[in-house]
């Protein structure tokens, strides 16, 4: 276990899943961390399968009814290794096609390769009485897109990006959200995944991303936009919105002002002038207004 103050990592077999919300993820399971049974809580982005290796980053906590839990802020998952590990893995339906009796049957066979056999050596499996061919390719086209989801997770976790918020990622991007965040992190802000601007700008920094850079003053610009819904406010009068943007995130005004030109050409934004003045809307509410 790490520890720096309350935040500390852990690392165990997940030994059982209690509940699960498909919808936003949140789970409560039970992992055993060197012989230690603890139940954990978080937004987990995956689904997790008893046998797995998950190492969790949070802290604990007491709960009034439930007691002591470790509320999981992230969570990066390794497959099983032992033979053991492996079973209680597939045993428990982690993988579509694979039911109690024909994983003993693969672990039996196979031992530590088994999952390395159901990637990249489907046609080994038809040994297995009652594995077709053609289940053997489902079973491990299943197999693979899970890693696939594996994957992107951890590449999304080395960002501390909480699992809500993967979630939303992984639903727009798919097998590509981790490079959408590298090529420009304020998607994070986007109503859509729901993320604050300074969490985004982290990231940005991070990667290297300039004070000035457009991609960092185009989500400024329509960050306020997005605020100033919360207040009633479908627009801005445009040097308005550019003096606040400037404020905001420290550019310049004619940046904020050539951000605004490129998100009102590429209509993400609409400029229209009333009484000799010009003002910004989002486009969806422009147009919902018309």
Partial sequence: MNTTDNYCEIEGCVEHIVYRNSENGFTVFEIDSDGELICVVGEIPDELAPGETVRLSGEFTSHPTYGDQFKAQLCVKKL??????????????????????????????????????????PEDLTAIKGITLKKALEISSEFKKQNSVRTVMAQLAKYSIPGALAIKLWKKFGDTAADAVEFNPYCLCTNDIGADFDFADKIADSLGIREDNPKRVCAGLLFILSHNLLNG????????????????????????????????????????????????????MYYAES
């Fill in 233 to 284: 406010h479908t627009c801005l009068p445009l040097d308005k919105l550019c003096s606040m943007c400037s404020a905001f995130i420290g550019a310049d005004e004619d940046s904020c002002y050539q951000a605004a030109k490129t998100l009102s050409e590429g209509k993400d934004i609409v400029i229209d002038s009333f009484s000799e003045r010009e003002f910004a809307y989002l486009s969806e």
């Fill in 80 to 121: 099983p290794e032992s033979v053991s590990a492996i079973y209680k893995y597939l045993e428990n339906g982690a993988i579509k096609g694979i039911g109690k009796a024909t994983a003993r049957k693969l672990v039996d066979r196979f031992g530590k390769d088994t999952l390395d056999i159901i990637e990249n050596f």
